[in-house]
């Protein structure tokens, strides 16, 4: 008999290292975050197969030429809102794409729905919580159809609340969600990250975040790091893939960094950071593994910093 595992508040504690507040720890538990284990077979035909892909696969690679690719997601996304404009329609389709998924340095089989979109959000909105729950204004860079965004409300119910992204369907969707009442204190811009848009105020008061967005410039970070130290927004959050929290050694680990670089995914940005922290020009908050992630990433790591003033 294959044994079922449950996700429970306290795994998440452990992890971050301190309480989650109850709101958090009431939808863990409404959320039922089941999964298997993998026999040694499935393990192994699934570090087979990731090999495979690895070596023989062609999988297209982030950078300023996707934005087409973006704009047809989203159209997705915006379709289901102007027909039914609630919450879930605002869930991106590459979530659940694989059977499995990685928990604490591990292969799963998730067995609840929407498992991977369940556990990033828990871990969002307690950083949403620790450290903006009192700001003014929230800003997410990279928001897409912006359903991290609206999540805000169940931490903070007065926050002005930005979502910036470069394609324009994230615009509309965040327009349609304006008309239809869903959300009236929101504004949708356009921004890119390669050419940072210096007309944007940041206003005092506020908080920034990225979640899987930064992810897709790879090693094309330096405009916005420095517009955004130049910005001086209260604080910055980011969910991204970071290499330099993985452990090479490992072997889940490892394939996790080999993909992050066929996919030209987001590099070198923490050592950067680092560097700017050396200068006294930024100061690093928090460096957090959040050891979940999909099925061929950990994707999701936690940098909080704050540029110096």
């Given amino acids: 008999?294959?044994?079922?595992?449950?996700?429970?508040?306290?795994?998440?504690?452990?992890?971050?290292?301190?309480?989650?507040?109850?709101?958090?720890?009431?939808?863990?538990?409404?959320?039922?975050?089941?999964?298997?284990?993998?026999?040694?077979?499935?393990?192994?035909?699934?570090?087979?197969?990731?090999?495979?892909?690895?070596?023989?696969?062609?999988?297209?690679?982030?950078?300023?030429?996707?934005?087409?690719?973006?704009?047809?997601?989203?159209?997705?996304?915006?379709?289901?809102?102007?027909?039914?404009?609630?919450?879930?329609?605002?869930?991106?389709?590459?979530?659940?794409?694989?059977?499995?998924?990685?928990?604490?340095?591990?292969?799963?089989?998730?067995?609840?729905?929407?498992?991977?979109?369940?556990?990033?959000?828990?871990?969002?909105?307690?950083?949403?919580?620790?450290?903006?729950?009192?700001?003014?204004?929230?800003?997410?860079?990279?928001?897409?159809?912006?359903?991290?965004?609206?999540?805000v409300r169940l931490i903070n119910s007065t926050a002005r609340l930005i979502g910036l992204d470069w394609t324009s369907t994230s615009q509309k969707i965040i327009q349609s969600l304006a008309d239809a009442g869903v959300e009236t204190n929101i504004e949708g811009r356009k921004f890119n990250f390669y050419e940072p848009d210096e007309s944007l105020e940041i206003q005092s008061g506020s908080c920034i975040y990225t979640v899987a967005a930064l992810e897709q410039i790879g090693d094309q970070f330096e405009p916005f790091l420095q517009f955004l130290i130049r910005k001086r927004p209260d604080i910055c959050l980011h969910f991204e893939p970071i290499e330099e929290l993985l452990d090479e050694h490992s072997l889940i680990d490892c394939l996790s960094i080999l993909y992050f670089r066929k996919r030209n995914y987001l590099r070198g940005f923490l050592t950067r950071l680092r560097e700017l922290?050396?200068?006294?020009?930024?100061?690093?908050?928090?460096?957090?593994?959040?050891?979940?992630?999909?099925?061929?990433?950990?994707?999701?790591?936690?940098?909080?910093?704050?540029?110096?003033?």
């Avoid at 863990?28 to 990731?50: K, M, W």
């Avoid at 200068?279 to 999701?300: D, F, L, N, P, W």
């Fill in 1 to 151: 008999m294959i044994k079922v595992h449950n996700i429970l508040p306290e795994d998440v504690e452990q992890i971050i290292g301190e309480p989650l507040p109850d709101f958090l720890q009431s939808r863990c538990r409404a959320a039922f975050l089941q999964y298997h284990s993998l026999t040694p077979e499935e393990r192994d035909g699934y570090i087979l197969n990731v090999v495979r892909d690895l070596l023989q696969r062609d999988m297209p690679t982030a950078g300023k030429h996707r934005l087409s690719d973006w704009e047809r997601g989203w159209q997705e996304n915006l379709d289901l809102v102007t027909t039914d404009p609630k919450r879930l329609a605002l869930i991106p389709k590459y979530y659940d794409k694989h059977t499995f998924s990685r928990w604490k340095q591990q292969i799963i089989r998730p067995i609840s729905k929407d498992f991977d979109y369940h556990i990033l959000a828990l871990f969002v909105d307690w950083a949403l919580y620790a450290y903006g729950r009192n700001a003014q204004t929230i800003y997410e860079f990279g928001c897409g159809p912006a359903e991290h965004l609206l999540r």
């Fill in 277 to 309: 922290e050396a200068q006294g020009r930024v100061t690093i908050i928090r460096q957090q593994r959040t050891y979940s992630g999909s099925y061929y990433i950990e994707g999701h790591a936690l940098v909080v910093w704050k540029p110096n003033r």
